[in-house]
């Protein structure tokens, strides 16, 4: 399971040789992609403001439209398209596609974050059907609420919940890509990778100030998953898919 | 197969009356749409021109992003998510997922349409084996060359060369739904349905004036769909896909 972000996908370049890795890669394979830069774009273009809160989208239905689009259509189709062409069966898929991943949308409490949903339940026999059939899904960062509607949902965590389903069935590896080689000691020395991380370890670095930001979710995902049976996760740069090197997560 | 354009699937009120009339068709069933006016009109708020000859999109490179878009994401995601919520087990599908429909650029001749694609070939195989497993294809009008590239082609092409690849295995009824109950003997007599026609008499039809514009292609599709041995073809309007009104197609 290979979570890349919009960056990644986003430019034709480095697009390219994540497919090239993505294909290398022996077993079954899922890809989860982001296309937020693109999203925030079209927005722009079409006179609608991003507006964002730690590092979430505020998706009205205006918003919600084109997500839909971006993720749904342009980065989700221009993969598709690229895998294909490389051989690899890939499948496009949202979480309302085959009711894969049913979420509710998120309540309101002090942040109205819109048409954003929680993911409340994945499929995994169908995912494992696909995937014993060979072919490979691509996913969208966007679910459905088993009421008609789309809902915006965060990649990570479509990744991170995708993994704990197929870990009942699979022996699975969750790698989160990411600009940088891993998780950083210091955020201005791109070598100085924390090889390896357990909760202890999380908890006391978040209290020193080292892991901050939109790390955090990131590594909460990362060990939510592994509580719930994931086999290995890694967090490291999208041309590393295929080595050994990033941080690994540690129960 | 139910082929549905544009007006229908972009109104909020004939969508959901379409996705009711959709569910309570019996067997397996595959839904194609169009998409041309929502493309119309987001191309346009980005500034991008539609350009149309004889009824098609000149499809440069910045319009194939934008079908991309609104038919691979918006209506499509959006007719899968009603489905969902009515429990039709649909899946969204471009020809270039799972390489069900692979086509060729459009060759240049008098005019260049662009990334506008001929359907080269189906995958009769693996579309039999999701209408076996319950799963409803929801088909937007896209393709794929096999080179990494989309390409925007035809929803009626699309629905006849399904139509003619399934016809093999299932027993199918084609129906081009439409704004009209059926062809009409008199555009301006709403109820001068021709009830059957044959190629001959589509040929007088034709040389007489009675059946012009993009009803033309349209009946070429529906002649080769038959001949191609798919069991019936019917012209109708969307809100009788459940009734045996309409235009029915003859060899």
Do not use: W
């Not at 077993?27 to 937020?36: D, E, I, Q, R, Y």
């Amino acid at each position: 399971m290979i979570k890349v972000g919009g960056k990644v996908v986003e430019e034709e370049s480095s697009l390219n040789a994540l497919l090239n890795d993505f294909t290398k890669l022996e077993g079954c394979k899922v890809l989860v992609h982001g296309g937020g830069r693109s999203a925030t774009k079209i927005a722009s273009q079409l006179g609608i403001e991003s507006q964002m809160v730690n590092g979430r989208r505020i998706t009205d239905v205006e918003t919600l439209k084109v997500v839909t689009m971006v993720y749904g259509g342009l980065v989700n189709k221009t993969i598709v398209a690229g895998l294909q062409a490389r051989g690899v069966n890939a499948l496009g898929l949202t979480g309302a596609d085959m009711d894969l991943i049913r979420s509710v949308k998120r309540p309101v409490k002090d942040i109205d974050y819109g048409y954003v949903g929680d993911v409340e339940k994945v499929d995994a026999v169908s995912l494992t059907e696909l995937l014993r059939s060979e072919v490979v899904p691509v996913m969208a960062p966007l679910t459905h609420d088993g009421n008609g509607n789309m809902l915006n949902t965060n990649a990570d965590t479509i990744a991170g919940e995708v993994a704990k389903a197929l870990s009942s069935v699979f022996d699975v590896t969750l790698i989160y890509c990411f600009e940088k080689k891993g998780v950083l000691r210091d955020e201005n020395d791109d070598d100085s990778v924390i090889s390896s991380i357990n909760r202890d370890e999380f908890k006391q670095y978040v209290s020193e100030g080292v892991i901050q930001g939109g790390m955090i979710p990131k590594l909460e995902n990362a060990f939510g998953a592994i509580d719930a049976g994931v086999s290995q996760v890694v967090i490291t740069l999208a041309s590393a898919i295929n080595e050994s090197d990033g941080t690994r997560i540690k129960k």
